[in-house]
């Protein structure tokens, strides 16, 4: 994979990312309410700054043209799909975890500049926060 197609595919997941929990936070019930409500909301907000960082990072590289609303839309639905497909939230974490690893792999063949693979790399590691806490609290789902 190029490094402008991994870097749109994790824009494309972080966006996912960001459309699920959103939806999940609102959807919180039962016993455990507010604190999956809290989770929710704090795993949400912290996909904004990642998905303007890795946005600024297509800007500067290849262009602001790359950064097409719709086809980022288009390209989040299937991702939305398997998010939501899996049994638990932990899918979630799981898919934007591999697809940083596949742009930090991407990054790293091309090579991109190193400040490009230190911001994918980021993001990776703040993912497998979020899936250890949701693992937690949910359960792992499954690999």
Not at 18 to 28: G, S
Request: net charge negative; with cysteine.
């Amino acid at each position: 994979m190029n490094p402008l197609a991994a870097l749109l595919n994790l824009w494309a997941h972080l966006r996912a990312a960001h459309h699920v929990y959103w939806t999940l936070h609102w959807q919180a019930r039962g016993p455990s309410f507010y604190g999956d409500h809290e989770l929710f909301e704090e795993l949400y907000e912290a996909r904004v700054g990642e998905i303007d960082h890795v946005a600024e990072l297509v800007a500067a590289h290849y262009g602001a043209d790359k950064l097409d609303p719709l086809a980022a839309w288009k390209a989040a639905q299937p991702v939305v799909e398997a998010m939501l497909a899996g049994s638990s939230p932990v899918v979630v974490a799981q898919l934007v975890v591999a697809a940083a690893e596949a742009a930090n792999t991407a990054c790293a063949e091309a090579p991109a500049p190193a400040s490009t693979q230190n911001v994918v790399a980021d993001i990776g590691s703040a993912h497998l926060k979020a899936m250890y806490l949701l693992q937690q609290r949910f359960g792992r789902a499954a690999q």
